[in-house]
């Protein structure tokens, strides 16, 4: 049984940076695709960022050039680097992953392809 353990939320000015970490344990393989999605109250899960373990990304528009994502293949962990840190991005930021290999950008990007998800930590962006 594979699961995911998100670290690193917290609360922030807008402007402020924070580390997400994704830890996954009880997987005897690599994933293959990692993500980070957010979810804000009354809103539905939103894609933030993907990777591949081949180092592709991708990025919602939203935090393209403030959002980096890394993932660390040995580990099976992902980490969301968020710099320039805004009040809409406060919201409930979720790791999904998947055992999928190269998937397809559109693929990677619908919540559904993900088998594995981690319980949620809060981000908070306030002044």
């Known amino acids: 049984q594979v699961q995911l353990v998100e670290s690193g939320g917290g609360s922030v000015q807008p402007g402020g940076s924070l580390r997400l970490s994704c830890a996954a344990s009880g997987s005897s393989f690599s994933l293959g695709v990692m993500s980070w999605w957010r979810q804000a109250p009354e809103k539905e899960r939103e894609v933030v960022a993907t990777?591949?373990?081949?180092?592709?990304?991708g990025y919602a528009d939203s935090v393209k050039g403030r959002f980096t994502i890394s993932m660390d293949n040995a580990k099976n962990a992902a980490y969301l680097e968020m710099n320039r840190l805004k009040s809409e991005d406060t919201a409930v930021y979720f790791c999904?992953?998947?055992?999928?290999?190269?998937?397809?950008?559109?693929?990677?990007?619908?919540?559904?392809?993900?088998?594995?998800w981690g319980q949620g930590i809060q981000v908070t962006v306030s002044s």
């Open positions: 990777i591949t373990s081949g180092g592709t990304t």
């Open positions: 999904g992953g998947s055992r999928r290999r190269n998937p397809s950008a559109r693929a990677r990007f619908s919540s559904s392809n993900y088998e594995y």
